[in-house]
């Protein structure tokens, strides 16, 4: 490996790191997406079409999101007194202790670096750069 390209070992870091990522958290009943909901609703409760905006997804994605989330017991849905349309969504205790313990999700799945700041300085670099050049 140390005679690959720099784009090639990025790629394979990328890969192997999702599927650590992904392992780790469905050992809690998570998936990315259910994380970045439990992220959003830490100062409090949102409804569906604003989680979904927040998440950058549709509101029907989100709606299989929230329904996971629910069945796991890390949610809860309670209908709007204002709008009976809507819900309010809530992060549980259940939810809450699960976030707690996906926070160290990433010092656990993946090595310790010598300087894990000039690495992800450099990530942001290619993101930034690979961004600019597709949009």
């Known amino acids: 490996m140390s005679d690959w390209p720099t784009g090639r070992l ?20 998570l998936t990315h997406a259910g994380l970045i ?8 409760p949102l409804n569906q079409t604003e989680l979904a905006r927040a998440a950058r997804v549709q509101t029907q ?17 309670v209908r709007d007194e204002r709008d009976q349309r809507r ?11 699960v ?20 690495l992800r300085d450099a990530l942001l670099g290619i993101i930034s750069a690979s961004s600019a050049r597709r949009w």
């Not at 909901?37 to 409090?44: F, I, Q, R, S």
């Not at 976030?99 to 000039?118: C, I, K, M, R, S």
């Open 99 to 118: 976030w707690h313990q996906a926070g160290t999700l990433e010092a656990d799945v993946f090595p310790a670096l010598n300087d894990a700041a000039v």
């Open 61 to 77: 994605t989100m709606s299989r999101t929230l329904e996971r989330l629910e069945r796991e017991g890390y949610v809860a849905r």
């Open 37 to 44: 909901v439990l992220h959003l609703l830490g100062p409090g």
């Open 87 to 97: 819900h309010s969504v809530t992060r549980t205790e259940a939810g809450t202790a």
């Open 10 to 29: 990025l790629s394979t870091a990328a890969r192997l790191v999702e599927h650590a990522w992904i392992e780790a958290l469905g050992r809690l009943g």
